[in-house]
């Protein structure tokens, strides 16, 4: 069963820091090109990072871009997102996802609030 689990989420105040991790099963992670994408309420989801296989390049939203890193650990077949320098527009649910060809897997997300 195809299955891709979000975790690490939470509340942090601006300037902090939280690593999102996205524990996949079923498949090979490190075959598929995977991203990280967000949705804010009231707004449509969009496209944070993403690491592509083969190759492992990486890009970002501009709105990311210098904060946040995207990294896969194929031996654990997890990904991560690490974010830094946090601000209160980060304030989203994180999704996983993972696409090859017509393979196209999203996990259920993980709520970040950025609050004081």
């Known amino acids: 069963q195809v299955q891709l689990v979000e975790s690490g989420g939470g509340l942090v105040q601006p300037g902090g820091s939280l690593r999102l991790s996205c524990a996949a099963s079923?498949?090979?992670?490190?075959?598929?090109?995977m991203n990280w994408s967000r949705q804010a309420p009231g707004k449509e989801r969009e496209l944070v990072a993403t690491?592509?296989?083969?190759?492992?390049?990486?890009n970002y939203a501009d709105s990311v871009k210098g904060r946040f890193t995207i990294s896969r650990d194929n031996a654990k077949n997890t990904l991560y997102l690490q974010m830094t320098s946090l601000k209160p527009e980060d304030t989203a649910v994180y999704y996983c996802?993972?696409?090859?060809?017509?393979?196209?897997?999203w996990g259920q997300g993980t709520q970040v609030t950025v609050s004081s």
């Open positions: 079923g498949f090979t992670g490190s075959t598929y090109t």
């Open positions: 690491i592509s296989s083969p190759g492992g390049s990486t």
């Open positions: 996802n993972a696409r090859q060809n017509l393979r196209n897997y």
